[in-house]
């Protein structure tokens, strides 16, 4: 590992000219060197220079765990927010059901929307072992309380409003995902439409 001469003041101008796109589209800097030069490659405070979480590793292990670590954190950072997003949305005062589940979509759908880039990175890594991640759903867990109450107010009957919460989550969440793979222009009153239509229907709303 040869670094060029001015190669270090090159590489903290370049790092200070375009902190913003870091701070904005980095979520932290993993460097990996020879463990020959770890010890010299490390003095340099990257994560100053850049604004980010940013270390530097002899290992390529060692800077895949803390990466990892690092979108685990900013994954349950996005969910806290999507979550904070539906309880803002379901504390209003709705006319009926059918308007409460018309904002339940339209709440979801904006909030995946929107964190859609951190979503793909931190949950589209799916693998059988992480069946277990529907159960600690905390979106699911609010749209089973929501079918529950709704129940309760006589508005539709359900047998199970947990299995009926999985899987009218995933509808969603499959519709959303279909439009983005079509790769055309989304049109967010029309997937609401779509999928709230979809809630009624499979609800048998009164």
């Known amino acids: 590992l040869e670094r060029p001469s001015g190669g270090g003041k090159d590489a903290k101008l370049w790092l200070q000219e375009n902190g913003d796109k870091i701070k904005h589209h980095v979520i932290g800097m993993a460097t990996v060197v020879p463990p020959a030069r770890f010890d010299e490659m490390s003095r340099m405070n990257a994560e100053k220079l850049s604004g980010v979480p940013a270390q530097t590793f002899a290992y390529i292990e060692q800077a895949l765990d803390w990466a990892a670590a690092r979108l685990a954190d900013k994954g349950i950072r996005a969910v806290e927010g999507f979550c904070e997003k539906i309880d803002e949305a379901m504390a209003k005062e709705y006319a009926s059901w059918p308007s409460r589940i018309d904002a339940w979509v339209a709440v979801c759908l904006d909030a995946y929307l929107d964190t859609m880039a951190v979503h793909d990175l931190v949950f589209h890594q799916h693998r059988p072992a992480n069946r277990a991640m529907k ?11 929501l079918l529950e109450k709704g129940a309760e107010d006589g508005a539709w009957e359900i047998d199970d409003p947990r299995l009926t919460a999985v899987m009218l989550f995933d509808v969603l969440h499959g519709a959303v995902d279909d439009c983005l793979a079509s790769g055309k222009t989304i049109s967010r009153p029309r997937l609401l439409r779509a999928v709230a239509d979809f809630y009624h229907n499979a609800l048998r709303m009164r």
């Open 135 to 145: 159960a600690d759903n905390p979106v699911i867990t609010r749209l089973m309380a």
